[in-house]
Structures are given as C-alpha cells and as structure tokens.
C-alpha cells in the first residue's frame, strides 16, 4: 500500500464547477502536508500547505483531518487554467524533511 | 530569475553509459534533494543533502552517486546507465518546509 494515496483521475468538468479531491495516508508520523500542481511536463510546484483548522487561498480550500488521516483539496469556480495533476503530499519534517508524494490526480477543466 | 535550476534539460543516451546532472539554486537554501518521476508519473525521493552533507539516501542503486560541491549545488552522476533509468530527475532546495522544484532534466536511455 501507497503512503500516500490519491484517486489518479481524470475528473472531466466543466468551466465554473467545483470539484474535490481526496486523499489518504498511512503514517500517522506525518506531520506536514501539502498540496501540489504538476502541469504537464513541467516540476510540481507547491499550491498550498494543509491545517487542521482548514486554510483557504481564493478559490482554493485545503482541510486536514488527523483523526481520519485524511486531506482534501475544493477548488470552486473552475478555471480552464486549473487543468493540472494535483499532488498530494505528507512530511516528516524534521531534519531530513521528506516528502511522501501521493500519484497525483489529473483534473481537465472543459470549455 | 531562475530559482533552482538544473542541466541539462534533456538527456539521450545509450545503457552502459555515464552521464551526469547539474543542479543550482540561488534560493540561499540550506537542504537540496534529487527525485525522479517515473512512467507512471510517480514522484520519489531519491537523495537529500543539507549543507552538504548528505541525510537521506532512499533504496537507490550504487550507480547513483550524488555529490554536493557547496550547498548552492547537488550534482547526480549516474555510472552503467540502464534502461530502467529513463524518467525525468527533478533537484529541489527547501529552507524549512518549502520544497521548491527545478525544471526537471528528461533522461532516456536507449
């Protein structure tokens, strides 16, 4: 079993819509998480962290539950430009901090 | 201006060969890391190094060898290329718990 374990997609939705991905993990070490974008064929880069008070960035809301050891990420209002593979991620902070990448969920936004 | 960045972009070489990967960050970050995203997309760690000093070394075979010149750089040399090999290698810097990604060097082997 993944550490980190996302639904790879595609979710296909239309401009405007609101769309949620889900995410899970095993270590319950983690400590930091965070979500990121990958578009295609370019390096991830970081979209946002993860609190367990919920963190929101315009459009964008991240929510952590501990007790579940489950993220979440809702984007509302889709772009065309939110068209992306969106990475969830889990750390063990620390010294080494080491990131744990889950494989990514591919969204494309239609016109 | 280029944050982290890494050379070359693409890599084509035949197996058996020795090639090498440059990375450079101009973030005045502390901790470098090398990962390589395979076929299937997968994102993992392969190396990590703070200050040169090297402080994760996941299961990677011996024909990887990283080496930090200063904590500005993290080079990978990889000896007796495989096939196996072939995967785009992201270097990323990190001060605290950011990650920041270098553009990615694209290596076939053939």
């Known amino acids: 079993r993944k550490e980190v374990e996302q639904d790879p997609g595609p979710f296909n939705v239309p401009e405007g819509a609101t769309v949620a991905f889900n995410c899970t993990y095993s270590?319950?070490?983690?400590?930091?998480f965070f979500w990121y974008r990958q578009d295609c064929r370019k390096e991830p880069k970081l979209l946002m962290s993860?609190?367990?008070s919920g963190n929101e960035d315009g459009r964008f809301t991240a929510q952590l539950n501990r007790a579940s050891q489950y993220i979440s990420l809702l984007i509302r209002d889709s772009k065309l430009s939110d068209s992306a593979t969106y990475l969830c991620?889990?750390?063990?902070?620390?010294?080494?901090?080491?990131?744990?990448f889950g494989t990514g969920t591919l969204l494309a936004v239609q016109p | 201006d280029t944050a982290v960045s890494q050379t070359p972009k693409y890599l084509v070489t035949q197996m058996g060969n020795d090639k090498s990967i440059k990375c450079e960050q101009n973030?005045?970050?502390?901790?470098m890391y090398w990962y390589k995203q395979d076929s299937k997309k997968f994102l993992k760690i392969m190396f990590s190094?703070?200050?040169?000093?090297?402080?994760i070394n996941e299961t990677v075979p011996n024909r990887f060898s990283p080496k930090s010149p200063d904590k500005a750089h993290l080079n990978l040399h990889i000896n007796s290329l495989e096939l196996g090999d072939s995967a785009v290698y992201f270097c990323?810097?990190?001060?605290?718990?950011?990650?920041?990604f270098g553009p990615g060097t694209r290596l076939t082997v053939t």
């Open positions: 993860v609190y367990s």
């Open positions: 190094y703070n200050n040169k000093e090297l402080i």
């Open positions: 990323a810097s990190s001060q605290e718990r950011m990650q920041y």
């Open positions: 270590n319950s070490a983690s400590q930091s």
């Open positions: 991620v889990a750390s063990y902070g620390g010294a080494t901090n080491k990131l744990i």
């Open positions: 973030l005045g970050h502390d901790t």
